[in-house]
């Protein structure tokens, strides 16, 4: 069915509609500033198509690997010699000390996976400090609603958005309301991170949203805020609700454990979303953890079978023995004699940075890759079959028909049910907007009328 809908959309693509919807799509990027940086959002003519079974597919692989997510969290927070095998850092051991106020630990978050084939999906990494996409996710919908291509699509399929800001917005007011108490005065929100980062676009778009929904709320840059002990402020705003944007490591290493807001959530005078115990499954560690042979024992047979499923066999790279797929390995001898088959990744980054893929590496700079591995964490994962899909284009008067890798990636609410979804669509094997290799399209469910 999927391959039909996609054919019967590229073939509505004349060239005359197809530079109509270019036409459509260039003045809603400049006029809603769908921008990444300089660069627009999507460059593409067409959402990305999930089916119904898709849709259910993907709900239910993330309502079964959350539970053994959960399990993993909750024996980290329990146990600090079971904590070490995430390798968090001196300052993120006291930051997970703070209590939140709030029982979960990343109330808003996104897994990052790949539908390998039509009933094949293996999760490479969790975001859960901070979730980019869900902003735009939306508003691209939006924008495609109305453009002639959608338009002529609809009269033979149903098409049914997947908004992403409600469950933003269900993430920081359950947590507000735990945080708050018995009280129900509404939250005055900051929007927090630093005011160069390409994603101040998509923290309009939320200002906004929380506006229309009838809630304070201002952009805020970490170097602004003040502390009285009593309260958070910049300038003559103060807030009590912080929707964090900023990476915990990079407030930390720019302003130490000092920092205002450090200290409010250590006070417990503001609530703090997604709070410090976050780090712990945000390392890239946690995806190590989950497959490691030695915490089988952790997890239910369900959970078991969720991780053999969707998790790719991931190590932190150190000298030890471990088991392949039940065979005994000497894992850094392992890593270097198959790089075809692994990736590199820093335990603790974002949008691409440090990752090396074996399979696009010379001998020389993969063995170079894992003797730096070896001396700060890093993780190796298995290779992951990407996806491919064609997206239509337009540039320079002319229709294109363009092949792309693309991944799959569910918003989730409260650590368990997904509700939403990402989709980035590259020519490169690194599909990540940030690192300059990609695009964002929105991602919709459609079925024939």
């Known amino acids: 069915m999927l391959a039909d809908a996609i054919s019967h959309y590229h073939d509505l693509l ?5 530079a109509d919807a270019q036409a ?26 999930l089916s119904p079974d898709q849709y259910r ?41 703070y209590d939140p106020g709030f029982t979960d630990p990343s109330p808003t978050s996104r897994l990052d996976s790949f539908f390998v084939s039509e009933n094949e999906l293996k999760f490479t990494e969790y975001n859960s400090e901070t979730p980019a996409g869900a902003g735009y996710n939306d508003v691209l919908t939006d924008m495609f609603w109305g453009s002639p291509a959608l338009a002529a699509f609809r009269r033979k399929y149903q098409v049914r958005p997947l908004p992403s800001r409600p469950h933003v917005l269900d993430a920081l007011m359950g947590s507000f309301a735990q945080w708050q108490g018995n009280t129900s005065t509404p939250p005055r929100i900051a929007i927090v991170d630093w005011s160069d980062v390409p994603t101040q676009s ?33 300038g003559d705003y103060a807030f009590n609700l912080i929707y964090k944007r900023v990476l915990i490591s990079e407030l930390v290493d720019r302003d130490g454990l000092d920092h205002p807001i450090i200290r409010a959530v250590r006070d417990g005078k503001c ?7 976050c780090k712990l499954l945000f390392k890239k560690a946690s995806f190590a953890v989950l497959s490691d042979e030695r915490n089988a024992r952790l997890l239910s047979g369900d959970e078991q079978s969720a991780v053999d499923a969707f998790i790719p066999w991931t190590r932190v790279l150190e000298e030890r023995k471990t088991q392949f797929h039940g065979k ?46 070896l001396t700060t964490p890093y993780v190796v994962q298995e290779k992951v079959s990407l996806p491919r899909e064609v997206f239509p284009g337009f540039e ?25 979804c990402l989709t980035r669509i590259s020519t490169e094997a690194l599909l990540n907007v940030t690192a300059g290799g990609g695009s964002t399209v929105p991602t919709v469910v459609v079925e024939p009328r």
């Open 328 to 373: 005994a390995i000497d894992l850094v001898p392992f890593a270097m004699e198959n790089k075809d088959r692994l990736v590199l990744k820093p335990n603790d980054d974002y949008g691409g940075h440090g990752i090396t893929l074996g399979w696009t590496a010379d001998a020389a700079t993969w063995e170079a890759a894992v003797k730096h591995a």
């Open 396 to 420: 320079n008067g002319k229709l294109m028909f363009l092949d792309r890798m693309l991944d799959t990636n569910p918003f989730v609410l409260f650590s368990s049910e997904m509700d939403a």
């Open 14 to 18: 004349t060239p005359t509609l197809a």
């Open 202 to 234: 998509e923290f309009l778009i939320f200002q906004r949203f929380f506006h229309e929904n009838g809630l304070e709320c201002r952009i805020v840059e970490p170097r602004e805020i003040e502390y009285d002990g009593k309260t958070l402020r910049a």
């Open 57 to 97: 597919f993907l709900c239910g692989a993330v309502r079964r690997i959350a539970g053994a997510f959960s399990k993993i969290y909750q024996a980290g927070i329990a146990d600090a010699d079971f904590r070490k095998q995430f390798r968090m850092t001196p300052a993120e051991e006291t930051l997970i000390s």
């Open 24 to 49: 459509h799509l260039d003045h809603q990027t400049r006029s809603r500033g769908m921008l990444f940086g300089t660069r627009p959002v999507c460059s593409v003519l067409r959402p990305r198509f």
């Open 271 to 277: 609530c703090f979303v997604n709070g410090f115990r």
